[in-house]
């Protein structure tokens, strides 16, 4: 069976929200795809190659996400095969879509009949096996698609888009964590105030989004962007494009963790993604021939 | 008579001092000289032209001067010169600095007897006068010399030097201050934690500029210039300056009100300035053929 997981943005609050700051997150229009079938070993198959169980590797994700399930389902073997529409390690939430794609897909093979609140507290514990800390956002809006504001998961609309420059740098979730977090215990009383203004600046933007008030979600992207940039996790590369877009009348700011990865933008992207896509799904196409990637 | 007074740079805190936070500023080694001769007329000269009174031109902070002279010394007329090392309109005091040197030339050839506590009285009033706000750092610092503490007015001594990088842009005091408490009266959730994460990026600032920290230093730079975009005094140049002087391994921030002037930087400058510099003082040549500018 085939399953599907969207990629998200985090619109406002990256970072802050690890902290129980507010957050604003959406599911966004690319997927990932993932096929489970059952087999007598388990095979794993990527555009990174194909593996067993690589709980330390490439497939770490996948591998763990197997695991997990086999904890709540019998699994014997399985063959899964993967096909993203998302960049890895992009800040748009590659980790998590495969991981909650691999769920729903290994959920309809095996018929365990799971929940999206199972998926969820499933992809959860995932994302903790790989990266030892995390918010827990990506794997919640990967599952059930929307618009959301964290933590207090409230759905909203917006019928704002945006768009998304990749900075070509590769940004890596646990290590950015683990560095801020660094930087907060070193520096208590410079930090936690930036994450209150964080969290300032969740608040508004949401009510901002909800209005569709593309003037002030730009002014808050500004604030973001450099409080971001406070906290470390910009690099020079990012802040050249912030410059160049905001130039152009624009704004820009680090989507997902930072020090590379995706920079979203009220304009002068290189592609545009829509907001508030549906969550995991099982697909109604049996092969790969009917995906529309 | 010929006086002299210093720039000055804000090493940490500038615009948050307004609001009462903690400041770190120096006076540096570039340094404005006034001539001042008992004339029948008001007569001021300048590389921007000669003028007589001119409050609200080219000479506003010169005529102020003069006017506020006066109310504690009578001035039939002078004649006024000017000659500056310090760029103008650079975030580097160079009014504030014309201001003092002015005063100091005033009390010399006028025999007033002014003191230096009201000589920076007066200059307090003058910078008021022409700009309608201000916290008083610039015309303090000229006066006095120094490395200093504020606003507690500590003074302390550091070996540090540093570089600056003309952004070629011009920064206008009164401008950057205004946009500042409009941004703080519109989002002060945003920025008063800002404000409060700037306060103790200069304490620390201080800390490690006496320990001749110049790694601390450098972290703390980052910051504070994140912070200072945050409020929205970078611009686009400025940002790109701060990205190539990163990249190189050095740090760089705005020093002064930003929105232009100078950026004060760890390394790659184009012209290094040393701290700690003497306040006004009387010159003993008589004439510019003996200033060393």
Chains 1, 2 share one sequence.
Not at 80 to 92: H, K, N, Q, T
Not at 223 to 230: E, G, P, V
């Amino acid at each position: 069976m085939i399953a599907s997981a969207p990629g998200k943005v985090i619109v406002f609050g990256e970072h802050s929200v690890v902290y129980g700051k507010h957050a604003v997150v959406s599911a966004i229009d690319l997927r990932c795809y993932v096929k489970a079938e059952k087999s007598g070993e388990v095979r794993i198959t990527s555009s990174f190659g194909t593996t067993g169980y690589d709980f330390a590797g490439k497939h770490a994700y996948i591998s763990h996400a197997i695991r997990r399930f086999s904890e709540v389902c019998e699994v014997g073997g399985v063959e899964v095969e993967v096909r993203s529409d998302i960049p890895p390690a992009s800040g748009l939430g590659s980790s998590a879509a495969v991981t909650v794609a691999t769920l729903g897909a290994l959920n309809a093979e095996f018929n365990a009949g799971l929940g999206r609140e199972e998926i969820f507290e499933l992809a959860r514990k995932v994302e903790l096996d790989v990266q030892g800390i995390g918010s827990g956002t990506d794997p919640f809006v990967s599952t059930f698609g929307g618009s959301w504001v964290l933590p207090e998961k409230r759905r909203f609309h917006t019928d704002l888009e945006f768009e998304v420059i990749d900075s070509g740098e590769t940004s890596v979730t646990a290590e950015m964590v683990r560095r801020v977090r660094e930087l907060r215990d070193a520096y208590p009383d410079v930090i936690l105030p930036v994450l209150d203004a964080m969290d300032a600046i969740a608040v508004r933007g949401a009510e901002a989004l909800e209005r569709n008030d593309i003037a002030e979600v730009s002014r808050l992207f500004r604030m973001n962007q450099s409080l971001l940039r406070a906290i470390g996790v910009s690099t020079p590369e990012i802040d050249r494009i912030v410059a160049r877009v905001e130039e152009a009348g624009y704004s820009a700011k680090i989507t997902g963790a930072g020090g590379g990865g995706c920079v979203l933008t009220t304009g002068m992207g290189e592609m545009r993604i829509s907001l508030s896509a549906e969550g995991v799904r099982v697909e109604d196409f049996e092969d790969w021939g009917s995906a529309d990637n």
